[in-house]
């Protein structure tokens, strides 16, 4: 009897305790999603307009038409193409470089981004493009506009060299003129060296790391001299230098058996590379090795491109194919556009939209696991479940936060998850983002939960048009540009009074007030054994120290060790946070903020002091 008593008593609190404890499983969004840096783009022309004889049939130059169906169609690439065709021989007008920086400029104000893309002529003409001099002192004049903009370009296609800037043929012997027997251009080991200096010299423009896509694997192979065993892998991927910031670009896709060439057979690979093919030395013989190293590089850098007329008259691809080759390839971009016939068999065979929502990134939200009651002064996990169901990673890495919204208030608090790399939510694989809160920086209240995900670009992290929506029904809040986790909201409740809200209390609390600016609310506290905060120096410009002092009077806020410490800016958005085992002093490393004010907030367990923080350079 009584052991049957003391199993229903467990039982009873088992499922006391756990009902506290959520799990929540979500339902995956089966359409497309407008989400950046992904997806089918659509051309728009700067420059010379009369040299459109490829896209005689597409959206004339007007951005706002262009911009205009992109959004219509959820879209949020723009393929745009700066033609130089009248700028061979002369230097580029201040009149060409402001119209393409307006151009950027309403792709910015209108939340998209872009492929961008030079050339000087299409095929057929006399000559494709200048010289090496020529083309690096263009390249100098476009730099403050295109540094400018940087921001809002996903990627830059080399370009510069070849009819509509495709790299491969070239009417310019410095850049490798002369045709094989079969029909191959020969490039040697000179031409190369050209080109890796254009290549070099665009690498230069961007500031933020920028990925730079060539044409076919051999050009970027025999640029950098690298061989099949040199491709990018989990372990080399995302570093600073120039071969990992080199991507691809297919615009032969899926038109023949090798691409229009992008797997070209018969052309010499330099650096002594193993051939695929035994008994032929230093050529590349078999497509399937350079097919190898876009497969395997393409994980961890940027793939895209267009489809084209096929070389043998009738042919249209089919669904499954064209997927797979998609998947094998990491596509993340594609035109809408071109070519025509094979985007219309797509649709035709109800694989197109399958095609659309797949292309780059598309991260879902499974499952999720968080306490419903938290306490305040203690910290609880909240863990996500994710899946990465697209063809490719972000690429770039992205700011990611959870939000806490307390619905009292409606004031927001921002918990930087500064772990996680999206660039490495590879396709098909689990996600699992594991976090503590740190409740002790949150009023008592009622709470809604969001995961943000933003660009990491300073001009654009705020703007709410590049943040990300994850493919799962019913979390999106289209005003707040945020997915919500929290299907029900959650409380954080005073250890004094479980589950009841205090409308005043002794506890030092952090309040945004408006303009976002954070303010300390603090309640006067006599108490002894609490201690001023000092910041010295301050100014700081690397570190700073943070230290405890006697109190000059009994009126004065204190604490009584340091704790928690978290580093915010003017928005409330946290920068920082560390923890300690109860110091009276401790070190803060700053040498990663830009001059300006912040503000540092240190706390003992429940008391809080708010203190201002300026940074010099």
Request: with cysteine.
């Given at each position: 009897?009584?052991?049957?008593?003391?199993?229903?008593?467990?039982?009873?609190?088992?499922?006391?305790?756990?009902?506290?404890?959520?799990?929540?499983?979500?339902?995956?969004?089966?359409?497309?999603?407008?989400?950046?840096?992904?997806?089918?783009?659509?051309?728009?022309?700067?420059?010379?307009?009369?040299?459109?004889?490829?896209?005689?049939?597409?959206?004339?130059?007007?951005?706002?038409?262009?911009?205009?169906?992109?959004?219509?169609?959820?879209?949020?690439?723009?393929?745009?193409?700066?033609?130089?065709?009248?700028?061979?021989?002369?230097?580029?007008?201040?009149?060409?470089?402001?119209?393409?920086?307006?151009?950027?400029?309403?792709?910015?104000?209108?939340?998209?981004?872009?492929?961008?893309?030079?050339?000087?002529?299409?095929?057929?003409?006399?000559?494709?493009?200048?010289?090496?001099?020529?083309?690096?002192?263009?390249?100098?004049?476009?730099?403050?506009?295109?540094?400018?903009?940087?921001?809002?370009?996903?990627?830059?296609?080399?370009?510069?060299?070849?009819?509509?800037?495709?790299?491969?043929?070239?009417?310019?012997?410095?850049?490798?003129?002369?045709?094989?027997?079969?029909?191959?251009?020969?490039?040697?080991?000179?031409?190369?060296?050209?080109?890796?200096?254009?290549?070099?010299?665009?690498?230069?423009?961007?500031?933020?790391?920028?990925?730079?896509?060539?044409?076919?694997?051999?050009?970027?192979?025999?640029?950098?001299?690298?061989?099949?065993?040199?491709?990018?892998?989990?372990?080399?991927?995302?570093?600073?230098?120039?071969?990992?910031?080199?991507?691809?670009?297919?615009?032969?896709?899926?038109?023949?058996?090798?691409?229009?060439?992008?797997?070209?057979?018969?052309?010499?690979?330099?650096?002594?590379?193993?051939?695929?093919?035994?008994?032929?030395?230093?050529?590349?013989?078999?497509?399937?090795?350079?097919?190898?190293?876009?497969?395997?590089?393409?994980?961890?850098?940027?793939?895209?491109?267009?489809?084209?007329?096929?070389?043998?008259?009738?042919?249209?691809?089919?669904?499954?194919?064209?997927?797979?080759?998609?998947?094998?390839?990491?596509?993340?971009?594609?035109?809408?556009?071109?070519?025509?016939?094979?985007?219309?068999?797509?649709?035709?065979?109800?694989?197109?939209?399958?095609?659309?929502?797949?292309?780059?990134?598309?991260?879902?939200?499974?499952?999720?696991?968080?306490?419903?009651?938290?306490?305040?002064?203690?910290?609880?996990?909240?863990?996500?479940?994710?899946?990465?169901?697209?063809?490719?990673?972000?690429?770039?890495?992205?700011?990611?936060?959870?939000?806490?919204?307390?619905?009292?208030?409606?004031?927001?608090?921002?918990?930087?998850l500064t772990n996680v790399d999206t660039r490495k939510w590879y396709p098909g694989q689990q996600i699992i983002i594991s976090y503590n809160v740190p409740t002790i920086f949150l009023y008592?209240?009622?709470?809604d939960i969001y995961l943000q995900i933003q660009d990491q670009s300073d001009s654009l992290k705020d703007n709410r048009h590049y943040n990300v929506r994850l493919a799962t029904s019913g979390?999106?809040?289209?005003?707040?540009?945020?997915?919500?986790?929290?299907?029900?909201?959650?409380?954080?409740?005073?250890?004094?009074?479980?589950?009841?809200?205090?409308?005043?209390?002794?506890?030092?609390?952090?309040?945004?007030?408006?303009?976002?600016?954070?303010?300390?609310?603090?309640?006067?506290?006599?108490?002894?054994?609490?201690?001023?905060?000092?910041?010295?120096?301050?100014?700081?410009?690397?570190?700073?120290?943070?230290?405890?002092?006697?109190?000059?009077?009994?009126?004065?806020?204190?604490?009584?060790?340091?704790?928690?410490?978290?580093?915010?800016?003017?928005?409330?958005?946290?920068?920082?946070?560390?923890?300690?085992?109860?110091?009276?002093?401790?070190?803060?490393?700053?040498?990663?903020?830009?001059?300006?004010?912040?503000?540092?907030?240190?706390?003992?367990?429940?008391?809080?002091?708010?203190?201002?923080?300026?940074?010099?350079?």
């Amino acid at each position: 009897m009584k052991s049957s008593i003391l199993f229903l008593l467990l039982t009873f609190l088992y499922y006391s305790l756990s009902a506290q404890f959520t799990v929540n499983c979500y339902s995956v969004l089966d359409s497309n999603i407008s989400n950046p840096d992904r997806g089918f783009t659509m051309y728009y022309l700067s420059g010379t307009s009369a040299n459109t004889t490829l896209l005689k049939d597409y959206p004339a130059n007007s951005a706002e038409k262009v911009i205009n169906k992109l959004k219509e169609s959820k879209y949020s690439l723009v393929a745009f193409i700066a033609i130089l065709k009248d700028y061979k021989t002369v230097a580029i007008s201040q009149g060409y470089l402001d119209t393409l920086a307006r151009n950027l400029q309403t792709v910015r104000d209108s939340g998209l981004k872009c492929v961008l893309q030079f050339y000087y002529d299409i095929g057929g003409a006399t000559t494709f493009e200048p010289g090496l001099t020529k083309i690096l002192a263009d390249i100098s004049a476009l730099k403050p506009v295109i540094r400018r903009y940087q921001d809002v370009i996903y990627t830059l296609k080399q370009g510069f060299i070849g009819p509509w800037g495709e790299e491969w043929t070239s009417t310019n012997l410095q850049f490798g003129g002369t045709y094989l027997n079969n029909g191959v251009p020969m490039i040697s080991q000179a031409n190369y060296a050209d080109r890796k200096t254009i290549l070099d010299s665009i690498l230069n423009v961007f500031t933020d790391n920028k990925i730079i896509c060539v044409r076919q694997p051999l050009l970027k192979l025999n640029m950098f001299g690298k061989c099949y065993a040199d491709s990018i892998t989990a372990s080399t991927a995302y570093s600073l230098g120039g071969y990992y910031r080199v991507g691809y670009y297919n615009d032969g896709f899926l038109a023949s058996s090798d691409d229009l060439g992008t797997w070209q057979w018969g052309m010499p690979l330099y650096n002594g590379c193993p051939s695929w093919v035994s008994g032929v030395s230093n050529t590349v013989s078999d497509g399937g090795y350079l097919l190898n190293v876009i497969n395997t590089e393409t994980k961890y850098t940027i793939s895209g491109g267009e489809t084209a007329a096929p070389s043998q008259s009738g042919f249209l691809p089919g669904c499954a194919g064209s997927m797979n080759r998609m998947r094998d390839t990491h596509f993340s971009f594609l035109s809408a556009e071109w070519y025509k016939p094979f985007i219309d068999n797509w649709k035709n065979n109800n694989c197109y939209s399958e095609i659309e929502k797949n292309l780059g990134y598309r991260f879902a939200l499974d499952s999720s696991k968080y306490y419903q009651k938290m306490q305040k002064e203690n910290q609880y996990n909240i863990t996500l479940y994710l899946s990465n169901r697209g063809y490719a990673s972000t690429t770039y890495r992205k700011n990611v936060s959870l939000v806490f919204r307390r619905l009292e208030n409606n004031w927001m608090y921002f918990f930087p998850l500064t772990n996680v790399d999206t660039r490495k939510w590879y396709p098909g694989q689990q996600i699992i983002i594991s976090y503590n809160v740190p409740t002790i920086f949150l009023y008592g209240g009622t709470y809604d939960i969001y995961l943000q995900i933003q660009d990491q670009s300073d001009s654009l992290k705020d703007n709410r048009h590049y943040n990300v929506r994850l493919a799962t029904s019913g979390i999106w809040d289209d005003n707040l540009k945020m997915n919500k986790i929290t299907k029900a909201p959650c409380t954080i409740y005073w250890k004094e009074t479980p589950g009841v809200i205090p409308t005043d209390t002794v506890y030092n609390c952090l309040a945004p007030i408006t303009g976002g600016i954070i303010s300390a609310k603090s309640s006067k506290d006599s108490r002894p054994g609490l201690f001023q905060l000092v910041v010295s120096p301050n100014p700081g410009r690397n570190q700073v120290t943070l230290s405890l002092r006697e109190l000059h009077s009994k009126n004065e806020y204190g604490i009584a060790s340091i704790r928690f410490v978290r580093v915010l800016d003017s928005h409330g958005h946290i920068l920082a946070y560390k923890s300690y085992s109860s110091s009276f002093t401790s070190s803060l490393d700053i040498s990663d903020l830009s001059a300006g004010l912040y503000f540092v907030e240190v706390s003992d367990g429940k008391n809080k002091i708010l203190k201002k923080l300026a940074v010099s350079r």
